[in-house]
C-alpha cells in the first residue's frame, strides 16, 4: 500500500517529466503517455487527450491494474502497452511513451538502431531494438512490444514512437533522453556518410567494464555480440 506522500510525489514527477518531454519535442500536442507503479494494483498515469506539457497533478488518473480508473478521468488509450510492461517486468516502477523525431524517423526510413556506436548506450541500454509495427491504442501494440520489453529497457515503436521503462519515473525518463540523443548521433553520423559501429571487440570490453560506472550489465548483453554481427551483416534492416 502506497502513502499519501507517495502519490504526492508521484503527481508531481508526472508534470515535471511531462513538462520536459513537451520542452525537448519528444511530443507534441496531446500525444504521449507516463505512467508509474504505485503499488501492486495501483497506477497513476496521465489523461487522455490533454497535453502533457500543461496537464495539472489533479488532472493525473489513478487506475487499477485492469486500466479501469479508481477515482475518476480517462486514461490514455495507451494505457494497456504501459500495464503489458509492468506486467512483462514486474521490477519496474514506471513506463513513459513518447513520439521523440529522430528515432521515430529512423523507423520511418526504415532504418535500424540497433548498433553499437556510442559506449553509453552500449552500457545501458544495449542495442536498441525496433518493434514491428502496429496500430495505435489497439491491442496490436501490446502483441507487439509484449516479448521484446522483457530482455529491454527502451525501444522504438515502428512508424510510431519510443518506449522505456525503469525503475522510476526518471531513470525510464532517462532512457528515453539516452535512446534518442543515440538516434540523433546517428542521424549526424549518416549525414556526414555513414556510420561506423564499435568493434565486437570493443562492446566486449565496454560490457566488461560497465560495472566501473555503476552500472549493470545491460540485460540482453550475452545476445549483445550475436546481434551486432547480425546488424553489421544485414545493413540497415530494422529487427
Ligand atoms: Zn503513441
Redo the contacts with the bound molecule.
Keep these: 500500500m502506497y502513502s499519501k506522500q507517495q502519490e504526492i510525489e508521484a503527481r508531481a514527477h508526472l508534470i515535471e517529466v511531462g513538462r520536459l518531454c513537451y520542452e525537448r519535442r519528444y511530443i507534441c500536442g496531446t500525444?504521449?503517455?507516463f505512467s508509474i507503479r504505485l503499488d501492486e494494483d495501483v497506477i497513476l498515469t496521465t489523461p487522455a487527450g490533454s497535453c502533457k506539457g500543461r496537464v495539472r497533478e489533479d488532472e493525473l488518473v489513478l487506475t487499477n491494474f485492469s486500466g479501469k480508473p479508481l477515482n475518476g478521468g480517462k486514461p490514455s488509450t495507451?494505457l494497456s502497452?504501459h500495464l503489458t510492461c509492468y506486467r512483462a517486468r514486474p521490477e519496474i516502477k514506471a513506463v513513459v511513451?513518447?513520439?521523440p523525431t529522430v528515432a521515430v524517423g529512423f523507423t520511418v526510413a526504415g532504418k535500424s538502431l540497433a548498433k553499437c556506436v556510442l559506449p553509453e548506450v552500449v552500457c545501458t541500454l544495449g542495442t536498441i531494438p525496433t518493434a514491428p509495427y502496429a496500430t495505435?491504442?489497439t491491442p496490436e501494440?501490446s502483441s507487439s512490444i509484449e516479448e521484446i520489453v522483457k530482455e529491454r529497457d527502451a525501444l522504438v515503436?515502428d512508424h510510431?514512437?519510443a518506449l522505456a521503462v525503469g525503475s522510476s519515473i526518471w531513470d525510464a525518463y532517462y532512457k528515453l533522453e539516452t535512446l534518442e540523443h543515440h538516434a540523433e548521433t546517428m542521424l549526424v553520423a549518416h549525414m556526414l556518410g555513414g556510420v561506423q559501429p564499435l568493434s565486437s571487440i570493443n562492446v566486449q570490453k565496454l560490457l566488461d567494464i560497465c560495472h566501473v560506472y555503476g552500472l549493470a550489465k545491460p540485460a540482453n548483453s550475452e545476445a549483445l555480440l550475436d546481434q551486432l554481427c547480425i546488424t553489421e551483416s544485414d545493413g540497415e534492416t530494422c529487427q
Design positions: 500525444e504521449g503517455n495507451e502497452m511513451h513518447a513520439h495505435p491504442s501494440v515503436l510510431h514512437g
